[in-house]
């Protein structure tokens, strides 16, 4: 489903019209990530699907960055982008997550049960980086991400969609300049 700003209202086509001005709603930040071929699609495919949960709508969606494998460096290059959506007021952060995890599987993700290869390659990936301003330690979601502030490749596309936004109370520019990283267009490094 394609959704599109007009008028006010995102409009799903054929006559469907969301208005999330008129509606109680959470802002969610997603990073979405793959590097199993074709990663870009893998990525398009979990938007389709995300399209699909009710009362959830995407706002705004980074570009696509090409990222360096962090811990686990044996494996293809990663593709990650940062997506913001507006859930409706029905949705929590532990059942959001729960949701995510089943699309995740739907999608091809296997995890494996060998500590070594948990930052492995992966056919999708989809964290949940944010839930407002929620904090929670929860075993199934904790929020923030516990390792956003450490990841320029969620951080980079998160400052593209939200440059003023803070995690924590922490400015996500400043987040960027607390470790090494460097990019060269669509390319990450850390």
């Known amino acids: 489903?394609?959704?599109?700003?007009?008028?006010?209202?995102?409009?799903?086509?054929?006559?469907?019209?969301?208005?999330?001005?008129?509606?109680?709603?959470?802002?969610v930040y997603l990073g979405l990530g793959a590097n199993e071929p074709p990663a870009a699609r893998r990525i398009a495919q979990a938007f389709e699907e995300l399209g699909r949960i009710p009362g959830l709508v995407l706002d705004e969606a980074s570009p696509i960055y090409r990222t360096e494998p962090q811990l686990y460096a044996d494996q293809p290059w990663f593709s990650n982008q940062v997506a913001r959506f507006f859930a409706d007021a029905s949705w929590e952060p532990v059942p959001l997550m729960q949701r995510l995890l089943e699309l995740e599987t739907a999608l091809g993700r296997v995890r494996s049960t060998d500590p070594n290869l948990r930052y492995g390659p992966r056919a999708i990936d989809i964290d949940m980086l944010l839930f407002d301003d929620l904090v929670s330690d929860h075993p199934v979601c904790t929020l923030p991400h516990p390792r956003l502030k450490e990841r320029a490749f969620w951080l980079v596309p998160l400052r593209d969609i939200a440059p003023d936004i803070a995690i924590q109370g922490t400015p996500v520019g400043t987040c960027l300049e607390a470790f090494r990283w460097f990019s060269d267009g669509d390319r990450i490094w850390q």
């Not at 394609?2 to 959470?26: C, L, N, P, T, V």
């Open 1 to 27: 489903m394609a959704w599109r700003w007009r008028d006010g209202a995102f409009d799903a086509g054929r006559g469907s019209r969301y208005d999330i001005r008129a509606m109680e709603k959470h802002t």
